[in-house]
């Protein structure tokens, strides 16, 4: 087990008119589940690559423990590498591919088997050993790729995006079984995926990029709760808050003429008179004639909750010709607003995100 550390790690494409990663500083702790997340190409898949060395580091340096790797062959950097397409042999055995790269190391049969079998008792691939890929589902061969790394007792894992071509229920089963077995071995993992769920209840800490910029890592309850700027408010959590352009009055902020109070010392940090406020769709709820105004498009019936979709009313963009804004509210009501309704939701002040509508920062 190790550490990871990105100093200032910049990698660009030939012909390229910026950094695909651009000074990345990232430290990742020993036995941690580190998650990149962000759109793609943001550069997330690019900085695995660079710490596995399958792509150059242009300047800045990337560390594994207390080794500088920036300029070592992959081979030399012990890590293991799961990848989205399982790139398994076709030829071989579920047994031969777990094995193979411990051969190419020179380690005995022996040793080799012994390995294999405990991989395989740990994934549930014991009968599944003299099988070819061809015959097994996708989740087997998942966990194929997952033995193949872990026989090699690599100080890191690198996963990149594993459960993309699985089906929706098989991810939701695989990534707790990943998760389970991270924490069972310890071994520092670096994992990569678009699905900001995914990142959400896998990672330890999770890094979320956006063109190929560090945006901010924390905890995933601390980017859900305290989210550093526009990007992250807007990319984490589902369905994504909402982000709604708010004039400053006295006393604090309205929106479609219902005033929501803010603190003045945090207003008076902005760089115009409008900010916007984040409002997760959790924390609207159904009022009676105070609020903010909404009609609701579409209703979607969950069971527990149901999601409200529509567009703010009284809004400066509605009023002018253009498009009123877009909100979801998740009400829990057994009996919601029919499509069509106006309604009028009620948000507590201490859960009103505020960010600078010019560089996006947050302010509250």
């Known amino acids: 087990m190790a ?3 990105y100093r200032d790690a910049v990698r660009i494409y030939p012909a390229a008119d910026h950094p695909a990663v651009n000074h990345l500083n990232l ?12 759109p793609s190409g943001c550069g997330k ?3 695995l690559r660079m710490l596995a060395g399958l792509e150059e580091v242009n300047s800045g340096a990337v560390w594994i423990g207390d080794r500088d790797v920036t300029d070592l062959p992959p081979k030399d950097r012990d890590i293991a590498m799961v990848f989205q397409n399982y790139a398994l042999y076709p030829h071989m055995t579920v047994a031969d591919n777990m094995g193979f790269a411990l051969k190419m190391q020179g380690i005995a049969k022996d040793e080799r088997d012994r390995r294999v079998q405990e991989a395989a008792t740990l ?10 890929p061809k015959n097994l589902s996708g989740g087997q061969r998942q966990r194929v790729a997952m033995g193949r790394a872990i ?5 890191v894992f690198l996963m990149d995006e594993p459960l993309s071509n699985l089906d929706a229920k098989l991810r939701v089963q695989t990534r707790t079984q990943i998760a389970a077995l991270q924490s069972r071995l310890g071994v520092t993992t670096v994992y990569v995926t678009h699905d900001q769920v995914e990142a959400m209840t896998m990672g330890d800490r999770v890094a979320v990029m956006k063109d190929g910029i560090l945006q901010q890592v924390d905890s995933p309850l601390a980017l859900y709760d305290r989210p550093a700027n526009l990007f992250v408010a807007g990319f984490i959590g589902s369905p994504a808050m909402n982000l709604i352009k708010a004039d400053i009055v006295d006393g604090g902020v309205t929106v479609t003429g219902h005033v929501i109070p803010i603190d003045r010392a945090v207003l008076s940090k902005a760089t115009g008179n409008t900010v916007t406020v984040g409002i997760r769709p959790e ?8 609020g903010i105004g909404m009609k609701i498009a579409v209703v ?3 069971g527990a909750d149901s999601y409200l979709y529509g567009s703010l009313i009284d809004a400066p963009d509605a009023t002018t010709g253009g498009t009123a804004p877009q909100i979801v509210a998740r009400v829990t009501t057994r009996q919601p607003p029919a499509r069509g309704e106006l309604v009028r939701l009620h948000t507590n002040p201490a859960s009103v995100h505020v960010f600078d509508t010019e560089t996006g920062s947050r302010l509250s």
Do not use: C, H, W, Y
């Open 123 to 132: 994934l549930g691939l014991t009968e599944l050993l003299a099988r070819k």
């Open 45 to 47: 898949s690019t900085s």
């Open 3 to 5: 550490t990871v550390s």
């Open 283 to 290: 924390a609207f709820e159904l009022s009676g004639s105070q």
């Open 300 to 302: 979607e019936e969950t």
């Open 27 to 38: 430290e990742i702790g020993d036995g941690e589940f580190m998650v990149l997340v962000g």
């Open 151 to 155: 026989v090699r007792n690599p100080q």
